[in-house]
Nanobody, 123 residues
Framework: QVQLEESGGGLVQAGGSLRLSCAAS????????MGWFRQAPGKEREFVAA???????YYADSVKGRFTISRDNAKNTVYLQMNSLKPEDTAVYYC?????????????????WGQGTQVTVSS
């Protein structure tokens, strides 16, 4: 059974940093694209970042230059380093495993999802 478990969320002041982790189990994910999405209160879930099996990276315009996605295949873990955080980054952050060859930015492209971790940025 595939499981994804996010951790590292919390409360941080604007301008601060957090590092999210997503530990995968039940399968080896080294050949899969992994992604991060987020959902703010009252809003739809949106793409944040993704990393392919070849470590190509993709970012939403809103986080480019501030967030960095990486992966450690030996640990079956993907990370999201978030710097210069803003109040508008407040959301529940989800990691997901992408299936097929559809666009990395589409929520529908991902087959497995974690439960999410809350990130709150105070002003």
């Amino acid at each position: 059974q595939v499981q994804l478990e996010e951790s590292g969320g919390g409360l941080v002041q604007a301008g601060g940093s957090l590092r999210l982790s997503c530990a995968a189990s039940g399968r080896t994910f080294s050949s899969y694209t992994m992604g991060w999405f987020r959902q703010a209160p009252g809003k739809e879930r949106e793409f944040v970042a993704a990393i392919s099996w070849s470590t190509s990276t993709y970012y939403a315009d809103s986080v480019k230059g501030r967030f960095t996605i990486s992966r450690d295949n030996a640990k079956n873990t993907v990370y999201l380093q978030m710097n210069s955080l803003k109040p508008e980054d407040t959301a529940v952050y989800y990691c997901a495993v992408k299936g097929g060859s559809t666009r990395v930015t589409l929520e529908q492209s991902y087959n497995y999802w974690g439960q999410g971790t809350q990130v709150t940025v105070s002003s």
